[in-house]
């Protein structure tokens, strides 16, 4: 007799397989320097430069969002899930070489949040703290065109997002 799995189920499964990946490649990135936090490294920084300060041409604030959690519910869903949480919004749109600024506002007083960039093989490019009830912003520039992703390790799989990189702006 074969296995039936509905969509549902294979979903769950490749965000656990997901998850996984990311985690132990964190984990692999953590190890190449020497734990902790950290921005692009040289080889990364020609896929994307971060640094805390400079000349931003553009910009975005990305919230943390409470969907459901333990002090305020629903408590269904927090039995079932735990507590979720989402980046808001979840799609960002940015040009090739113009240096972006996204700040990140943590809005929790008592879940702390994190950051992890990621390219299309899904590397970890980046990984940094959102402290809680902080803004925390950095100035991306982008030196290559396609799809990132970004997410908070600690709430996968809900609390993710895109980056689409575009080519540049025609001024």
């Given at each position: 007799m074969g296995l039936i799995v509905s969509?549902?189920?294979?979903?769950?499964?490749?965000?656990a397989a997901l998850a996984v990946f990311c985690a132990v490649n964190v984990a692999h990135a953590h190890t190449m320097h020497k734990g902790g936090f950290f921005l692009p490294n040289a080889d990364n920084a020609k896929i994307v430069t971060v640094s805390a300060t400079g000349e931003a041409a553009a910009g975005i604030t990305?919230?943390?969002?409470?969907?459901?959690?333990?002090?305020?519910?629903?408590?269904?869903?927090?039995?079932?899930?735990?507590?979720?949480?989402e980046f808001v919004p979840q799609f960002i749109a940015v040009h090739r070489d113009e240096p972006t600024k996204i700040e990140f506002w943590n809005l929790q007083g008592d879940d702390e949040h994190d950051l992890a960039l990621l390219d299309a093989d899904l590397n970890v490019l980046m990984y940094e703290k959102l402290p809680t009830l902080k803004k925390t912003s950095w100035v991306f520039t982008f030196h290559r065109e396609g799809?990132?992703?970004?997410k908070c390790l600690v709430h996968q799989p809900e609390m993710s997002g895109q980056i689409l990189v575009l080519p540049p702006s025609a001024h």
């Open positions: 969509r549902i189920e294979a979903r769950i499964v490749a965000t990305v919230i943390t969002q409470a969907v459901a959690e333990k002090e305020t519910g629903p408590r269904e869903a927090v039995k079932k899930f735990g507590e979720i949480y799809l990132f992703g970004f």
